[in-house]
């Protein structure tokens, strides 16, 4: 069972990315070891889908020695207000 819950890693996004949306969810029936990530941020501009991913990876290096599964969904704020529209 991981330590870490939803809160706790939508906080430490929240510190790294300073998203326009987020949203953690906690996939595992409570034991925290599987989350699916949606982050919105303009750090993401410029960079490749890969590397955004990598990004939300590195902020959560330590976490995720525990965490055995992460769904990441990234998009830059244009993407994110263009998907809304529609």
Not at 29 to 37: I, L, Q
Request: with cysteine; glycine share 4%; net charge negative.
């Amino acid at each position: 069972m991981s330590q870490y819950t939803s809160e706790y890693l939508q906080e430490k996004l929240q510190k790294e990315f300073n998203p326009i949306h987020l949203e953690v969810a906690d996939l595992s029936d409570g034991c925290g070891g599987k989350f699916s990530v949606v982050i919105v941020s303009d750090k993401f501009e410029g960079k490749p889908l890969l590397a955004q991913h990598r990004m939300v990876n590195d902020c959560l290096a330590e976490e995720l020695k525990d965490i055995h599964a992460l769904t990441i969904k990234t998009m830059k704020p244009a993407q994110w207000e263009k998907q809304k529209a529609s």
